[in-house]
């Protein structure tokens, strides 16, 4: 199965950036899902929030831009775009869990086929857990999308009937954006929206989880 | 109803923390953590510190000295664990530093709860999860809560931009984070800032801090804390 190739991170990236509404208000998780802001467009009027504290965060800062006093959620220095604003610690989680917040889109080691996410920990002894931000904006969000590979390293899918690693939050996830297929987690189950560099049939024997098919016609 | 006292030192702002006192300290990683501070914390030699803050030290300055000095016996944070959290990370796995993990926005929501003179709160964050275990829970409207308690501290270091000479303070940028929080949430507040201003040079309007949650304030020059990390 390892041999499947899919899209790589910064087209899944873009096609994440489509499905964001113009106008919103919208957090991004660590890492991949980083890479969704080069990709929305000038005029798309999305707002970043980053939980440290700013709503309104413009690109990675370059050299001359780098202030220690402007970092984002994942310490990395950042610019401010006009319209900005900055809040403390307890305002800002409360517009996350006072769903004020439209997408957030984060990384996973595993999603469940009920949308339950697991992203904060590996529970082997010995790894440090570090949980941050990850179970506020999971649950606070009105939507939360996963971006996330499909398989994880050793091949083994990260959507799955249960979570076995410790969970981030229950029933949170609505999409998942994968490099080989997009997956909305409805009511009836999870259902298939776009395929990429695989087909239907195939992937019903890679995952666990059943699936329906509701592919679209043309995939970006 | 204590008016503000404005120290000379950072070593004097800090005075009278004694061994087993819980320290609130601002910060998100490096922006806004009050490196002056913490650094005369260590130098005026308390141990058995109790230290709410949101991460576990970075790199070997501030709340990392302190960790490697082992002055720090157990720590209340979001996000320990950072590619420069080495102090942290030995302590830890040494079995020296006791670790109680909370979710940011309710490490965030207990600061704010203790200050704010609320008994407790039901939140949503990490219902379902393993950082639920052996907490009250329950169900409002058809949505699971967990019940977490305020946490308070004897002492809160912030790091703010301005203060003036009562003790308002302002912030600069995402260096705000726990600052305004911690101000209250504390018996005893202890302000490092760059700038001290004449009472009547702050806008009412930008007060971020008002001065009543304030007990110290010491003006450090920062780029000077942040290189003299000798040790």
Not at chain 1, 11 to 21: C, E, H, K, Q, W
Request: with cysteine.
């Amino acid at each position: 199965m390892s041999t499947l190739t899919g899209i790589g991170k910064d087209a899944l990236a873009r096609i994440v950036a489509a499905d964001i509404p113009p106008g919103s208000f919208v957090n991004l998780g660590i890492g991949l899902p980083t890479k969704i802001s080069n990709h929305l467009p000038p005029d798309s009027g999305v707002m970043l929030h980053t939980e440290n504290g700013m709503l309104g965060m413009g690109p990675e800062a370059a050299d001359n831009q780098i202030d220690p006093d402007l970092v984002n959620a994942g310490k990395v220095p950042v610019t401010v775009l006009p319209g900005a604003s900055y809040f403390h610690h307890a305002d800002s989680f409360a517009m996350m869990r006072g769903g004020h917040l439209d997408v957030c889109v984060l990384g996973a080691y595993q999603v469940s086929a009920r949308g339950d996410l697991a992203n904060w920990h590996t529970g082997k002894p010995g790894d440090i857990p570090a949980v941050g931000g990850a179970m506020d904006l999971a649950t606070g969000a009105r939507q939360t999308f996963v971006m996330m590979t499909l398989l994880s390293r050793d091949g083994r899918p990260k959507l799955v009937p249960e979570c076995t690693y410790p969970l981030t939050g229950l029933g949170c996830v609505s999409r998942v954006y994968t490099d080989l297929a997009v997956f909305l987690i409805q009511p009836d189950g999870v259902a298939v929206r776009d395929l990429f560099g695989v087909d239907f049939g195939t992937l019903t024997t890679v995952l666990d989880v059943p699936l329906i098919d509701q592919t679209r016609k043309a995939s970006p | 109803m204590s008016r503000v006292a404005i120290l000379g030192s950072a070593l004097e702002a800090v005075a009278g923390i004694g061994d087993g006192a819980t320290v609130l300290v601002g910060g998100f990683g490096s922006a806004g953590q009050p490196v002056a501070l913490i650094e005369a914390l260590l130098e005026g030699g308390a141990s058995e510190l109790t230290v709410v803050s949101n991460n576990a030290g970075n790199g070997e300055f501030g709340l990392a000295a302190l960790i490697r000095e082992g002055r720090v016996r157990k720590i209340v944070c979001s996000f320990p664990r950072q590619s420069d959290s080495w102090h942290f990370d030995q302590a830890w796995r040494a079995g020296a530093i006791e670790l109680e993990l909370v979710p940011q926005g309710n490490l965030a929501e207990r600061i704010r709860a203790a200050g704010a003179g609320i008994g407790a709160f039901f939140t949503p964050t990490g219902f379902g999860t393993p950082l639920a275990d052996g907490k009250e829970t329950r169900v409002i409207d058809g949505r699971g809560y967990l019940l977490e308690y305020p946490l308070r501290g004897d002492v809160a270091l912030i790091a703010a931009h301005k203060a003036d000479e009562l003790g308002n303070l302002v912030y600069r940028k995402t260096a705000r984070n726990f600052g305004p929080i911690m101000a209250a949430a504390a018996k005893t507040t202890v302000a490092q800032v760059d700038e001290i201003v004449p009472v009547g040079a702050l806008d009412p309007e930008h007060v971020v801090t008002p001065c009543l949650y304030v007990d110290r304030v010491v003006c450090v020059d920062r780029n000077l804390a942040m290189s003299g990390d000798t040790r």
